[in-house]
């Protein structure tokens, strides 16, 4: 008798394949928030300070991390943006100036952005300009309002995998490892308005209002294209394992961002530092220093982590504007509607990503541009951070999921310290 052949089916998943199919929201957040104008930042403090700057990559993870797991529980839990909630708990004179800003500080982050990818290209292969911010301008609009969401998101997922070449660029750069031990897990302060500054340009990169909208209204519009999910205020059943789902793609996305963000940190240390170049003032800039000192191949690929980060930033930047303002105005939202149904929101996400080609076409100062951008998120993250806390201790938002304990404490704590940078920001203007 012959043994009867078993059905074919699909093969069993290994526990990293798993782990790596839970990965979303988290992850493309994370990865984002190492845009061009996050890189110039990063750039321009290891090339100003070099590896003695690298211990606030350490600081600002587990910060960022809390504040980042708060906006994902909010959405998972209400089934709503943060906008959306803002919109029916709280007054309108808090909720349109918060997105009316965030809308503006997004705008002129997407054309710094643009403006960095267009300078990348053309130090690869030369060519104009504006031929390229439109180009990607264009590119990243069609590809956002019409591809399939989940196809999208799995497009997104994908694209972090570009920020690996920082990490090659960082073997190619000749670091000095010990030093650079020493510089990431020894604070190193320098009582000097330039270290403060940089100081506060590190936190406000890294913790962005852009980043607590976007996450919590990808966590809600996941919920949104799976029909089996519900709110988790609606389905407490569903909590344990959603909560075990984002707090390892939380911790993933954040630990990742800041990972490559102290490589670009280290990277211009052990070069541009060393060789006594202390200003850089773009992204651009920094690849286009790294050549004569670190090679072609680390020039190449700091300016295609450029392009590829700024493919995967530019849509959150605009989507996240376009939650924002949707939520606010009770619109159809969301990236796994069509076109046709949600008009209003595909128009707002179309008009923020026209109006930073815009800004590039015009006299105004890129960095001048982004150097208010980071301004402008500042003042909108404290408060934005502040009604976040409000929020998630209020049974009548979250039901039973209010958050408490010590990643409470940490959310209070990265609200203070963004608080206090603001306020340093401030201070250093009088001083000045």
Known sequence: MTAQKKPKGRAPQSRVQQFLRRLGPGLITGASDDDPSGIGTYSQAGAQLGYGIGWTMLLTFPLMAAIQEISARIGRTTGQGIAGI?????????????????????????????????????????????????????????????????????????????????????????????????????????????????????????????????????????????????????????????????????????????????????????????????????????????????GNFAFALFALGIVATGLLAVPVLAASAAYAIGEACQWPTGLSLKPREATAFYATLTAATALGMGLTLTPLDPMRALYWSAVINGVVAVPVMIVMMLITAQPRVMGKFTITGWLRRLGWAATLAMALCVGAMIAGWFVA
């Open 86 to 294: 803002l919109c029916r708990h709280y007054p309108s004179w808090l909720l349109y100036p918060i997105v009316a800003l965030l809308f503006l500080a997004n705008t002129i982050n997407i054309g710094a952005d643009l403006g960095a990818m267009a300078d990348a290209v053309k130090l690869l292969v030369g060519g104009t300009n504006t031929a390229y911010v439109v180009a990607f301008g264009v590119l990243c609009v069609l590809v956002t309002v019409f591809m399939n969401y989940d196809r999208y998101v799995m497009v997104l997922k994908w694209m972090t995998l570009s920020l690996f070449a920082y990490l090659a660029a960082l073997l190619a750069a000749g670091v000095d490892w010990s030093a650079a031990l020493i510089g990431t897990v020894v604070p190193q302060v320098t009582w000097s308005g330039a270290f403060f500054t940089t100081l506060v340009a590190i936190l406000g990169t890294t913790i962005s209002p852009y980043l607590f909208f976007w996450q919590a209204a990808q966590e809600a519009e996941d919920q949104r294209a799976h029909r089996r999910d519900k709110p988790l205020v609606a389905a407490p059943k569903q909590a344990a394992k959603a909560l075990q789902r984002i707090r390892a793609d939380t911790l993933t996305g954040m630990a990742f961002s800041n990972v490559i963000a102290l490589a670009i940190i280290l990277t211009t240390a052990a070069t541009l530092h060393k060789a006594g170049i202390t200003s850089v003032e773009s992204s651009a800039q920094a690849a286009e220093a790294l050549r004569p000192i670190a």
